[in-house]
């Protein structure tokens, strides 16, 4: 499944709200999220971005959801838990986790293929993700 192709611009209160004095992993935001969701239903079913994680690698990471584009666009900012679902690979025994939230729709995260995203995380992730 390839993945869902919405990018929004995020809105000021977005931005304003995860550079807030306070805090507890200040980071300059990106302007711009891209849907991280299998393609779907666009009419029924909310774009989601990744903003942010939560306190702790468990917690509720915090989502930007949006439906529509441009002056009909709706959107949230709020904090989901993780999808549960785990993919155990038997021939290597190495065990990832979905990196999207609960109840997504569309397919788990290792079944979505993203060329350009990856593209752009090479451009950004160097190594391994920061524990905490
Ligand atoms: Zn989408
Ligand atoms: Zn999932």
Known sequence: MLQCTAV????????LRLTAPGADRP???????LCELGTHDDQR?????Y???????????LWFFWTGSGPER???AE???????????????????C?????????HSWDVTDPLGDL???QFVSGDSPEG
């Open 8 to 15: 929004a611009l995020l809105p000021p209160d977005a931005v």
């Open 27 to 33: 980071e300059d935001p990106e302007p711009y999220v």
């Open 45 to 49: 079913t909310e774009h989601a971005a």
């Open 51 to 61: 903003l942010r994680p939560g306190r702790t690698p468990d917690s509720p990471a």
């Open 74 to 76: 709706t959107h949230r």
């Open 79 to 97: 904090s989901s838990p993780w999808c549960p679902a785990v993919l155990r690979r038997l021939d290597s025994g190495l065990v990832r986790r």
């Open 99 to 107: 990196a999207l939230f609960d109840h997504h729709t569309a397919a």
């Open 120 to 122: 752009i995380a090479e």
